[in-house]
């Protein structure tokens, strides 16, 4: 095991899946929700350590996508395990919605000091992303006295009733689950690289200008009342949507909609936060402070943890309202903790800087494979996206899709994000040799399946 996981290149010793992955999968198609979509290669995770991932088979991965965006620390890190076993000795759970512990207030303590909210603020702990964004929606209508939201074509926000109203990447997250269950409209999302306003609506702004004159000249003026609107919910670089980021002045813009309007400004950083855009959140890219940031998965390293943050003010709803049984678990926010030292120390940077090396690695590619249209994103959340050739951006999904297989059978682990990208999210510690070892794959991915 040690042996494996000290070698610096993936290894792959049978076909994929290999025999035991297939009989795990087999007892998985009988036993388990079938609804997980899950992409045609087919991973069984056997143990993993840093950026490396064993499968039952004995097939060594490379992995840049850290269980989708999770694995902030890598796989595993030492120091995170240790915090992780200490507290596991000492107490499991106590129910922070009836009795208290000292993690609670030390973790709200910490995210009052790094949350790109206005302080001061306070912390309503949850057990995953969606449920983080429930807490936002619950609480902006509460705030408010109103109901009505506006949220993004392409964003993803979870799948619980409440944030799949705001959710819209894909067809088959809404299919069968009748009308949304929030009052929710929904604006095309700002891409530069898929302007999706018209001329006249973008003027010389481009589609930062064309998203903001869609709200304030069309909604506001149509279906959606400014002074009905409780909130609007956006991720600064769109996820599930194929790692979009929003152009410079869009979220100012939005912001100042907002502040107008006594709107509040949700912002979903359950992808984007902790680490991964090269900065703690991917506001601070904006300098945006938001009335409500939700975070969940790079938080606690891979321990289920999520966390709705807001100006302090917002939340003066009385008890009962709103709680959790497990969230905010004494385990998990021990990881939490651990998690953010190690980001601060030296992961947030990391990121940055391996960020960088990694675009311009991908960006290289673009230069030589004219099937990339476009290579985007701060930090280590960096989309590549696919198209039939540059020239007419026509996207190319299956193509997308054979590259991912493609890296796949060579053994580095990459996920789809959007209809035609791919996302990059590795864990925060790749170094350079990695990305070095990883373009190769890729580059000779993409030129296999053409
Ligand atoms: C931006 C964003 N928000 C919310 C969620 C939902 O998180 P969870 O799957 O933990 O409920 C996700 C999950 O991918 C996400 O990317």
Request: proline share 6%.
């Amino acid at each position: 095991m040690a042996t494996a996981f000290a070698l610096k290149k993936p290894q792959i010793k049978t076909e994929l899946p290999g025999p035991k992955a297939r009989s795990i999968i087999e007892a998985d198609s009988q036993f388990v929700n079938p609804a997980y979509p899950r992409p045609a290669f087919k991973l069984v995770a056997q143990r993993a350590a840093g950026v490396w991932v064993e499968d039952v088979d004995g097939n060594l991965f490379l992995d840049c996508n850290a269980g989708v965006a999770v694995c902030s620390t890598g796989h595993c890190h030492p120091e995170v395990v240790a915090a992780i076993q200490e507290q596991a000795a000492q107490l499991i759970h106590m129910c922070g919605t009836d009795f208290y512990y000292r993690q609670m207030p030390e973790l709200a303590e910490k995210l009052d000091e790094i949350v790109p909210v206005a302080r001061p603020t306070k912390t309503h702990f949850a057990n995953s992303g969606t449920e983080a964004i429930e807490t936002a929606l619950k609480l902006a209508m509460h705030a408010t006295g109103r109901e009505k939201f506006i949220a993004f074509f392409g964003s993803f926000h979870g799948r619980t009733l409440g944030s799949l109203s705001l959710t819209s990447s894909k067809i088959a997250q809404r299919i069968g689950f009748k009308r949304q269950a929030l009052d929710v409209v929904h604006v095309p999302y700002p891409n530069d690289y898929r302007n999706p306003f018209s001329a006249e609506d973008c003027g010389d702004g481009g589609a930062a200008q064309g998203g903001l004159n869609w709200i304030e000249n069309r909604l506001f003026k149509t279906t959606t009342p400014a002074e009905e609107v409780a909130a609007i919910v956006i991720e600064p670089v769109q996820g599930e949507g194929g790692y979009v980021p929003a152009p410079k002045g869009f979220l100012a813009g939005l912001r100042r909609i907002c502040d107008e309007h006594g709107i509040l400004f949700i912002v979903d950083e359950v992808q984007s936060g902790m680490g991964r855009t090269g900065k703690m959140f991917a506001s601070d890219h904006y300098d945006l402070k938001a009335d409500i940031v939700c975070i969940a998965k790079g938080i606690a390293s891979g321990l289920p943890l999520g966390a709705c943050v807001s100006r302090a003010d917002l939340m003066d709803w009385k008890p009962g309202a709103h709680a959790s049984t497990f969230g905010g678990n004494p385990v998990a926010i021990a990881a939490a903790l651990k998690t953010i030292e190690l980001l601060e120390r030296e992961l947030v940077a990391n990121s940055a800087e391996i960020g960088a090396y990694l675009k311009s690695g991908l960006e290289k590619l673009k230069d030589k494979h004219n099937c990339i249209g476009d290579v985007r994103g701060p930090g280590l959340m960096l989309g590549v996206e696919f198209v039939t050739d540059r020239s007419s951006k026509q996207p190319d999904p299956e193509l997308r899709d054979r590259v991912e297989m493609a890296s796949f059978e060579r053994g580095l682990i990459l996920l789809g994000a959007g209809p035609n990208s791919i996302r990059w999210s590795p864990p925060l510690i790749l170094n350079r040799e990695n990305v070095d070892v990883a373009l190769e794959i890729f580059d000779d991915a993409i030129t296999s399946s053409r």
